[in-house]
Protein backbone atom coordinates (compact mmCIF):
# COMPACT_ATOMS: atom_id res chain seq x y z
CA UNK A 1 0.00 0.00 0.00
CA UNK A 2 1.39 3.54 -0.85
CA UNK A 3 1.18 6.27 1.14
CA UNK A 4 1.03 10.20 -0.16
CA UNK A 5 1.85 13.44 1.54
CA UNK A 6 2.23 17.02 0.38
CA UNK A 7 4.77 18.75 2.38
CA UNK A 8 3.99 22.59 1.56
CA UNK A 9 6.43 25.26 1.46
CA UNK A 10 8.12 27.95 3.87
CA UNK A 11 4.60 30.01 3.96
CA UNK A 12 2.38 28.04 2.69
CA UNK A 13 0.21 25.48 4.67
CA UNK A 14 -1.57 22.58 3.90
CA UNK A 15 -4.73 23.68 3.40
CA UNK A 16 -3.19 26.44 0.66
CA UNK A 17 -4.10 26.08 -3.15
CA UNK A 18 -1.61 23.13 -3.64
CA UNK A 19 -2.93 21.08 -0.25
CA UNK A 20 -6.46 21.66 -1.29
CA UNK A 21 -5.85 20.05 -5.02
CA UNK A 22 -4.23 17.33 -3.82
CA UNK A 23 -6.65 16.26 -1.01
CA UNK A 24 -9.49 16.78 -3.77
CA UNK A 25 -7.40 14.63 -6.34
CA UNK A 26 -6.30 11.78 -3.81
CA UNK A 27 -8.53 11.44 -1.07
CA UNK A 28 -6.44 10.64 1.94
CA UNK A 29 -3.31 12.37 0.47
CA UNK A 30 -1.76 13.92 3.86
CA UNK A 31 -1.55 17.75 3.62
CA UNK A 32 -0.58 18.53 7.52
CA UNK A 33 0.32 21.92 8.57
CA UNK A 34 3.86 22.33 9.38
CA UNK A 35 5.53 25.03 11.84
CA UNK A 36 4.39 28.58 10.60
CA UNK A 37 7.16 30.80 9.26
CA UNK A 38 8.20 33.48 11.57
CA UNK A 39 11.05 36.15 9.97
CA UNK A 40 12.29 36.29 13.61
CA UNK A 41 13.59 32.43 13.91
CA UNK A 42 15.99 31.56 11.65
CA UNK A 43 15.19 28.88 8.25
CA UNK A 44 17.46 26.59 10.67
CA UNK A 45 15.14 26.27 13.35
CA UNK A 46 12.25 26.49 11.83
CA UNK A 47 13.67 23.35 9.31
CA UNK A 48 14.85 21.22 12.71
CA UNK A 49 11.16 22.34 14.18
CA UNK A 50 9.47 21.02 10.71
CA UNK A 51 11.65 17.51 10.73
CA UNK A 52 10.43 16.62 13.99
CA UNK A 53 7.07 17.14 12.56
CA UNK A 54 7.29 15.47 9.96
CA UNK A 55 9.44 12.10 11.11
CA UNK A 56 6.48 12.13 13.84
CA UNK A 57 4.21 11.70 10.61
CA UNK A 58 6.36 9.43 8.21
CA UNK A 59 8.06 7.43 11.09
CA UNK A 60 4.82 5.21 11.49
CA UNK A 61 4.15 3.93 7.96
CA UNK A 62 6.66 2.78 5.16
CA UNK A 63 5.99 2.93 1.28
CA UNK A 64 5.57 6.91 1.21
CA UNK A 65 4.97 8.88 -2.32
CA UNK A 66 6.36 12.50 -1.28
CA UNK A 67 5.14 15.39 -3.02
CA UNK A 68 7.46 18.49 -1.66
CA UNK A 69 7.03 22.36 -2.95
CA UNK A 70 9.55 24.87 -2.23
CA UNK A 71 10.76 24.08 1.16
CA UNK A 72 8.82 21.35 1.10
CA UNK A 73 11.36 19.80 -1.16
CA UNK A 74 14.00 20.66 0.62
CA UNK A 75 12.20 18.87 3.44
CA UNK A 76 11.19 15.90 0.99
CA UNK A 77 14.75 15.36 0.26
CA UNK A 78 16.32 15.03 3.52
CA UNK A 79 13.76 12.48 5.15
CA UNK A 80 14.56 10.92 1.45
CA UNK A 81 18.51 10.88 2.10
CA UNK A 82 18.19 9.72 5.77
CA UNK A 83 15.34 6.86 5.04
CA UNK A 84 15.44 5.86 1.35
CA UNK A 85 13.80 2.19 1.74
CA UNK A 86 10.62 4.12 3.42
CA UNK A 87 10.77 6.28 0.24
CA UNK A 88 8.76 4.73 -3.08
CA UNK A 89 9.12 7.74 -5.04
CA UNK A 90 9.85 11.76 -4.49
CA UNK A 91 8.04 14.66 -6.27
CA UNK A 92 9.72 18.02 -5.95
CA UNK A 93 7.92 21.42 -7.38
CA UNK A 94 10.53 23.92 -7.59
CA UNK A 95 12.51 22.39 -4.15
CA UNK A 96 14.62 24.86 -2.26
CA UNK A 97 17.70 22.75 -2.87
CA UNK A 98 20.56 25.18 -2.45
CA UNK A 99 20.89 25.28 1.60
CA UNK A 100 21.76 20.93 0.82
CA UNK A 101 25.07 22.33 -0.55
CA UNK A 102 26.38 21.95 2.76
CA UNK A 103 24.76 18.38 3.59
CA UNK A 104 25.93 17.61 0.23
CA UNK A 105 28.91 15.52 2.30
CA UNK A 106 26.13 13.65 4.19
CA UNK A 107 23.74 12.65 1.38
CA UNK A 108 24.78 9.85 -0.52
CA UNK A 109 23.02 9.34 -4.25
CA UNK A 110 19.75 8.73 -3.73
CA UNK A 111 18.21 6.20 -5.97
CA UNK A 112 14.69 6.82 -5.33
CA UNK A 113 12.71 7.52 -8.31
CA UNK A 114 12.81 11.49 -7.95
CA UNK A 115 11.10 13.65 -10.68
CA UNK A 116 11.17 17.23 -10.43
CA UNK A 117 9.17 20.38 -11.93
CA UNK A 118 10.79 23.64 -12.06
CA UNK A 119 9.61 26.73 -13.38
CA UNK A 120 11.79 28.48 -16.32
CA UNK A 121 10.79 31.98 -15.02
CA UNK A 122 11.12 30.78 -11.00
CA UNK A 123 12.25 34.15 -9.79
CA UNK A 124 12.75 32.37 -6.44
CA UNK A 125 14.99 29.19 -6.64
CA UNK A 126 17.73 29.26 -9.18
CA UNK A 127 17.40 26.98 -11.61
CA UNK A 128 20.51 26.29 -12.54
CA UNK A 129 21.69 25.68 -8.94
CA UNK A 130 18.74 23.53 -8.16
CA UNK A 131 19.47 21.27 -11.20
CA UNK A 132 23.11 20.83 -10.25
CA UNK A 133 21.92 19.95 -7.03
CA UNK A 134 19.68 17.80 -8.01
CA UNK A 135 21.69 15.92 -10.40
CA UNK A 136 24.49 15.62 -7.34
CA UNK A 137 21.93 14.02 -5.18
CA UNK A 138 19.78 12.09 -7.35
CA UNK A 139 20.93 8.87 -9.06
CA UNK A 140 17.07 7.84 -10.66
CA UNK A 141 15.89 11.60 -11.73
CA UNK A 142 13.53 12.97 -14.15
CA UNK A 143 14.27 16.66 -14.28
CA UNK A 144 10.94 19.00 -16.08
CA UNK A 145 12.20 22.51 -16.92
CA UNK A 146 8.61 23.96 -17.32
CA UNK A 147 6.97 27.65 -19.01
CA UNK A 148 5.53 28.87 -15.83
CA UNK A 149 6.96 30.37 -12.18
CA UNK A 150 7.66 29.49 -8.91
CA UNK A 151 4.07 28.51 -7.86
CA UNK A 152 3.78 26.04 -10.66
CA UNK A 153 -0.11 26.62 -10.64
CA UNK A 154 -0.07 26.53 -14.22
CA UNK A 155 2.35 22.75 -14.53
CA UNK A 156 0.14 21.85 -10.91
CA UNK A 157 -3.06 21.23 -12.97
CA UNK A 158 -1.53 20.22 -16.93
CA UNK A 159 0.02 17.50 -14.92
CA UNK A 160 -1.06 13.50 -15.26
CA UNK A 161 -1.27 12.92 -11.13
CA UNK A 162 -2.21 10.10 -11.12
CA UNK A 163 -0.04 8.80 -13.73
CA UNK A 164 3.07 10.75 -11.61
CA UNK A 165 2.28 8.71 -8.53
CA UNK A 166 1.83 5.26 -9.87
Known sequence: MK????????ESSGDGFKG??????????FTPNFEEFNPKFS???????????????????DNWIIIGSSFGGLMGTIFTCQNPKKVLKLILLAPFLSVLELELRKCYSI????????GKDDTVISLSQSKNLAEKLFT????????????LKKTLRSLDWKKLIQ
Do not use: A, W
Open 3 to 10: NLIFIHGL
Open 20 to 29: RFFRELFPGC
Open 43 to 61: IKILLEKRMEQLYSILNKK
Open 111 to 118: EVPVIIFQ
Open 140 to 151: NLNYNIMNDDHT
